[in-house]
């Protein structure tokens, strides 16, 4: 099995592009969201529709902003948790 740290040198590690699989519910949801967004979009005017598209594209932005934040806080979470459990400072604190 490869290293975690040599997945990330080689670029195999890719957090950003995974998806949620295996959720009928999460495909269900993404299917129903793109038909009611087309259905929305066909009711505009060529303007208001670059319009949307711009907004869309601004939302999808700050999503991804959002999602990479809360994964790096994660991972500090996590890293610290283990820098924690490695370096012995429940020991400390109870002693």
Do not use: W
């Not at 890719?14 to 009928?24: C, D, Q, T, V």
């Amino acid at each position: 099995m490869e290293s975690m740290l040599a997945k990330l040198y080689a670029g195999d590690l890719l957090p950003a592009e995974n998806r949620i699989k295996g959720s009928r519910e999460y495909d269900a949801l993404c299917r129903q969201s793109l038909r009611e967004i087309e259905e929305f979009t066909e009711k505009l005017d060529e303007e208001t529709q670059k319009e949307f598209e711009a907004l869309m594209e601004h939302y999808l932005e700050l999503t991804y902003m959002e999602k990479t934040q809360t994964f790096c806080d994660g991972f500090r979470i996590g890293a610290a948790i283990m820098c924690e459990v490695f370096g012995g400072a429940d020991r400390e604190a109870a002693g």
